[in-house]
């Protein structure tokens, strides 16, 4: 059964071939299973290039802030952001959890909720 999306997205790659063009997923992997199989059912096609929302947001907006300053962390730089102020926190409070229980699990989850936090639009303050 041929997928009506995927003929219309072949024949929009073939229409301007010179043009480069974003396929928007949610993971690369996605992506890139997407375009081979587009390519084994149709064709070749070229200048796709395939960006989740997140490179494409930290694409567009790299310049502006290192113009502002301004670094963007990923997962895995924040992860350990979370997993050494955890450590402080639990060597500097007695009533905190014990350096022992910082675990890979316990830090993932206080990451995961921070990250979610976040995502809600709440910030520090708050």
């Known amino acids: 059964m041929e997928s009506m999306w995927m ?3 072949y024949d929009y790659c073939r229409m301007q071939p010179l043009t480069k063009t974003t396929l ?3 993971r690369f ?3 890139d299973q997407w375009l081979a199989w587009l390519c084994a059912q149709y064709g070749p096609v070229i ?3 395939v960006e989740t ?4 947001v930290v ?11 301004v670094t963007l962390l990923n997962n895995g730089q924040t992860y350990w952001i ?5 450590l402080e926190l639990a060597a500097r409070y007695t009533h905190y959890i014990p350096a022992e229980l910082v675990t890979t699990g316990i830090v993932r989850s206080f990451h995961d ?3 979610q936090c976040r995502l809600a639009g709440l910030q520090a303050h708050q």
């Open 7 to 9: 003929k219309r997205l």
């Open 24 to 26: 928007l997923v949610e």
């Open 29 to 31: 992997d996605q992506g």
């Open 47 to 49: 200048n796709i290039e």
């Open 53 to 56: 929302v997140r490179t494409l």
């Open 59 to 69: 694409k567009k907006t790299k310049t502006a802030l290192a113009r502002q300053g």
């Open 82 to 86: 979370v997993h050494q102020l955890m």
């Open 113 to 115: 909720a921070l990250q």
